[in-house]
């Protein structure tokens, strides 16, 4: 059995979590929008998950809106909040996820003035320059992550709320790698909105959500039928929505379990690597998520190591999934200043609740043989 | 409970759930991941990707997952729209497409008309089809995108897609195509048929909800912008994690849909005209899209009944009265009206859609509850005097208890005095927003009411109302009866918000009771 060490790109689903999912994969369970006695049994099991996301994060169950995911949420909250409105502009921060880069970097075509917000090497919000950017004209949205995918750094979105709503802009949190990480609360996160994924805490892939308060003036980016308060047509995923919620809730029982397992692993791992003479380590000055690591090896591409620890059993990631193959080094590292050489070489390791020390003594094991290899 | 909902839902078939279940255990890594388990699942991506291909005649790489239908519907629409420009953009639909569809039409114009884009919406023939004649007529030198539904999802009525697919080829417009309800049902080969991009969703076709693609044609390419930025996955046309379980879930039933098609098609067509055939012992129905039509739908309309009270009655059977999308709203199908139904026929309406699980003995069972149900509300109205047994059934929308309680209870005291019956005086209200009537029937001597008879039509609240009313008359004088005030009436049978009208036309009734 491989060593699976990716828990950042996504996680295996939790069997109690698919205990939760089973009656509705296989039960009498209907169209969540039909009028009949089986669309409304399905509509009262969108509604339970729907509170325990929000329980989650301390938010209110009708601040939830479902998506396919992730990337569609991002998408959501960015363009939902431009399309269609005076062109104004928009802000990411430089090491933000392909989705909402790609996403804001769309709204140029139609005339925005989309904005790059400028990270230390640490990966941490340079507040001098962000405070200028903030007050130089007004801001439609603002757009952070909580915590990074590839490095676990993890900004003080709350900070920045106050700096972007004093701009008249909303501020937009992209909370898939902190949730279920980390203590979250949508108010304290100072968020307006905030993605969430399920796949990233041990629930299903093809569901996610964007959490909204309710002043905020949001279009829907998918188009037909009413449900999500006309913010997201479709017929709603049940099953996928059903495993999210109880997904979410345990995460939230479990959270401190998690992360103090998480945590030893990774100040095993940290140790090992520290002792290794040709490692770099990114984002050590800054708080960091307690799964994540990455680190680069002396002389190896990170593509090819990869491909070795692959061959060894150990599944790791150079950066993330979503940009995997591309060959191109990790643009979270070259904004934080990391030279394209040494960021070419990252690997990212991610744990999850499954990982055991052993796996992390094989792990530094075999890195140590390829760090006496060279490249 | 019988299910006669396939359009809206199907169940996930056991040979689905079984290829799903390793992708929700071991087999758990982003099929993006460029390591052993990440490569492992996208070979399971693939595979599926291929297997949904092969029901309607495609190569893979013409698949394109999305999250369902309403995406691949999105994406195909906004895709073209923004790729070939939107300036003086034209597009063909029609009126009875779904609400996905025809909300994201509405959404381009209102975004896009002041740069000239329009809209023209087709209303299909009495049969409920749209031919290809209508589009071609329709089509003007702007014309960039027709998009017509194969199958309509209320009629079940099959649009001339095939034959109207190689004339806009000719023409050089491209043809975008909601197979929602197609795929499964009748055979579809794109290899032949020269349609550029088509819908597909999974749910609809005993596969997982959460899961659909858009068909994009490789040769000749058609392009479409993407709707959901980051990481381009999908060829760069729609970014976002793919979930492999659901990807095989789809692979796995559009599979089995191609084994099963023909057998499945001829065993739901005829459970299907059974329904029918019962349905017309019933006078006054009238079947919604007499065209060419696909196996697994019937939609009826029944004249004399209203669709709120008909839908209550039916508490037994999970029927549809339109697309599940609009139900939640309430209003009457736009899809009957626009074939040119009245609002009240309509709304007097129900979609019966059949399945693989379907048997005779519940068509049976689902038509004699019908015709019960409209037969006892032709009687309340007064319509008929059959006096058909008031069916018993379970308060399955939850009205408030009293009313339910006189509801059922209604047809004790429906119906009219004979003609000539000596001292009836009869007073009559509607109220027009809802098309509902309510009659109150008194037969008076010396100022007082001996006995009191109600008609009413309307919802099963109005007709509580009525029923209600009746039993409080008697041995009462006007004088009283006047003054019972509307909020007693909501008071005493818990008469929601929502359902004021029905206890202001009570007082209404009783206010013109004439003393005498």
Not at chain 1, 192 to 204: Q, V
Not at chain 2, 146 to 153: A, F, G, H, I, T
Not at chain 2, 170 to 194: M, N, S, Y
Request: proline share 4%; net charge neutral; hydrophobic share 45%.
């Amino acid at each position: 059995m491989p060593a699976y060490l990716d828990h950042n790109a996504t996680t295996p689903v939790d069997p109690r979590v698919v205990e939760a999912m089973l009656p509705y994969l296989t039960g009498p369970y209907g169209n969540p929008s039909s009028l009949h006695r089986f669309g409304r049994a399905a509509r009262d099991g969108v509604e339970r998950a729907r509170a325990q996301v929000a329980a989650l994060l301390g938010a209110q169950p009708q601040e939830v809106v479902w998506t396919s995911g992730g990337t569609e949420a991002n998408n959501l909250a960015l363009k939902g909040l431009c399309i269609g409105k005076p062109q104004g502009r928009v802000l990411y921060g430089a090491t933000e996820h392909p989705a909402v880069m790609e996403a804001a970097e769309s709204l140029k075509r139609d005339g925005w003035g989309v904005e790059k917000i400028v990270l230390t090497c640490d990966g941490l919000i340079d507040w001098t320059v962000f405070t200028d950017q903030c007050q130089a004209g007004p801001v439609r949205v603002a757009s952070l992550m909580a915590a990074n995918n590839e490095t676990g750094v993890i900004q003080d979105t709350a900070r920045a709320a106050s700096l972007v709503h004093a701009g008249g802009g909303w501020l937009h949190v992209d909370a898939t790698q902190a949730a279920g990480k980390l203590p979250l609360s949508f108010t304290g996160s100072g968020a307006d909105l905030l993605t969430l994924s399920s796949h990233k805490l041990y629930g299903p892939k093809g569901i996610g959500a964007l959490v909204v308060k309710a002043e905020v003036d949001l279009g829907p980016l998918l188009h037909g039928g009413a449900q999500e308060r006309g913010l997201r047509g479709g017929t709603e995923n049940l099953p996928a929505i059903v495993g999210f919620g109880a997904a979410a809730e345990l995460a939230m029982l479990e959270l401190e379990g998690r992360t103090a397992h998480v945590l030893a692993l990774q100040q095993q791992l940290e140790v090992g690597l520290h002792a290794m003479p040709a490692v770099t380590l990114f984002g050590t000055q800054a708080k960091r998520l307690a799964n994540t690591t990455q680190f680069a090896l002396a002389g190896w591409d990170g593509e090819a190591l990869l491909m070795h620890l692959d061959r060894k059993g150990y599944a790791v990631s150079s950066g993330s999934a979503c940009a995997s193959g591309s060959g191109e080094p990790s643009h979270v590292l070259l904004a934080m200043g990391v030279d394209a050489t040494t960021a070419k070489g990252a690997v990212r390791v991610s744990f999850g609740k499954g990982n055991t020390a052993d796996e992390v003594t094989g792990f530094l094991s075999a890195l140590v043989d390829f760090a006496g290899q060279g490249r | 409970m019988i299910y006669l909902d396939y359009a809206a839902t199907t169940p996930l078939a056991p040979e689905a759930l079984a290829a799903m279940q390793p992708y929700l255990a071991d087999v758990f890594a982003n099929p993006a991941s460029d390591h052993g388990p990440g490569r492992k699942a996208k070979k399971a991506v693939e595979g599926a990707r291929a297997q949904v291909a092969s029901l309607i005649g495609a190569s893979a790489e013409e698949i394109i997952w999305t999250s369902g239908a309403t995406e691949a519907n999105n994406l195909a629409i906004k895709g073209v729209l923004e790729f070939r420009g939107l300036d003086n953009a034209h597009i063909v639909t029609s009126k009875t497409e779904h609400k996905c569809v025809l909300d994201t039409c509405r959404h381009l114009e209102s975004q896009h008309g002041a740069r000239g884009l329009r809209v023209t919406y087709l209303k299909p023939g009495a049969d409920g089809c749209v031919t290809a004649q209508q589009v071609i007529d329709a089509l003007t030198p702007q014309t960039v995108l027709v998009s017509l539904m194969w199958v309509s999802n209320e009629l079940g009525t099959i649009n001339e897609v095939e034959k109207l697919a190689p004339l806009l080829r000719e023409r050089g417009v491209l043809f975008h195509v909601d197979a929602v309800q197609a795929a499964g049902k009748l055979v579809i080969d794109l290899a032949t048929t020269p349609i550029d991009l088509l819908s597909l969703s999974a749910h609809k076709i005993y596969g997982p909800k959460g899961i659909g693609a858009l068909f994009v044609r490789k040769r000749p390419r058609a392009r479409v912008a993407p709707q959901l930025h980051g990481g381009g996955h999908e060829q760069g046309m729609r970014s976002g994690t793919l979930a492999p379980h659901q990807c095989v879930g789809m692979g796995a039933a559009f599979a089995l849909a191609a084994t099963r098609l023909v057998d499945d098609a001829a065993y739901i067509a005829a459970l299907r005209d059974r329904l029918w055939m019962r349905l017309q012992a019933l006078p006054r129905v009238h079947r919604n899209g007499t065209g060419a039509v696909a196996p697994h739908v019937l939609n009826v309309s029944f004249e004399g009944v209203e669709g709120e009270a008909l839908r209550a009655m039916l508490p037994t059977l999970a029927v549809s009265s339109g697309s599940a999308c609009s139900s939640a709203t309430a209003e009457p199908s736009y899809v009957l009206r626009a074939l040119g139904r009245s609002d009240a026929l309509a709304n007097a309406s129900l979609r019966f859609s059949l399945g693989r699980a379907t048997t005779e003995a519940q068509i049976d069972t689902a038509a004699q509850a019908v015709i019960d149900a409209v037969l006892w509300l032709r009687d309340i109205s007064g319509e008929t005097s059959t006096a058909a047994a008031a069916p018993v059934s379970d308060n399955a929308f939850d009205y408030p208890a009293p009313v339910w309680a006189q509801f059922v209870e209604a047809s004790s005291n429906s119906g009219e005095f004979a003609p000539g019956t000596p001292g009836v005086q009869t007073v009559r209200v509607e109220n027009r927003a809802s098309a509902s009537w309510l009659a109150l029937h008194l037969r008076m001597r010396a100022g007082q009411v001996m006995e009191a008879r109600f008609t009413a039509f309307g919802c099963p609240v109005g007709i509580a109302v009525g029923h209600w009313l009746a039993v409080q008359a008697v041995g009462k004088s006007a004088a009283e009866l006047r003054t019972l005030s509307t909020a007693e009436l909501r008071r005493t049978l818990e008469i929601p918000d929502d359902k004021l009208h029905c206890a202001l036309m009570g007082e209404d009734a009783l206010k013109s009771i004439v003393i005498q």
